[in-house]
């Protein structure tokens, strides 16, 4: 049996796996009623469409439909509040990329943190506000410029 812990760990995971797999509807559909922040953009994201315009517009796929990156989230801190229907995390993630005539090598890493609600007996984002604290070579990952 699943805990709340494990839950809200599945959906730190779902989401880089549906990142990677260049599934942008899919990682919208986990912020359908959430919002979404960046450290280096002032603007609140919120809910599903909002959310798929910002990786339709700012991720870049390749000739396989996928990002040709590796999100892995780590050092996961859950804590859910006295009640269990909230919770919030802080996690670290790196991002991996590799292309033809680039080396495999981490070009982003950083922080989430993420708030959750428990709807119906299910976990789901709130909140999620990413903080980008190493941004190496990303011109194969992004459309745009993040520090810009």
Do not use: C
Not at 132 to 148: A, E, Q, S
Request: charged share 30%; aromatic share 10%.
């Amino acid at each position: 049996m699943s805990t709340d812990r494990d839950e809200i760990l599945q959906l730190l995971y779902t989401y880089a796996e549906r990142l990677d797999a260049g599934d942008f509807e899919g990682v919208a559909d986990l912020f359908a009623e959430a919002t979404f922040r960046s450290d280096r953009r002032p603007e609140v994201r919120r809910g599903r469409e909002e959310v798929l315009a910002v990786y339709r517009s700012t991720v870049a796929t390749h000739e396989d439909g996928t990002p040709s990156t590796k999100h892995v989230t780590t050092n996961a801190i859950v804590e859910i509040a006295p009640g269990g229907e909230v919770a919030s995390s802080r996690s670290y993630f790196t991002v991996f990329q590799a292309r033809p005539g680039f080396a495999l090598q981490p070009i982003v890493a950083g922080r989430y943190h993420d708030r959750f609600v428990k709807r119906v007996g299910r976990w789901q984002f709130a909140d999620r506000l990413v903080w980008m604290d190493l941004i190496g070579d990303v011109r194969f990952h992004l459309k745009r410029d993040p520090t810009g």
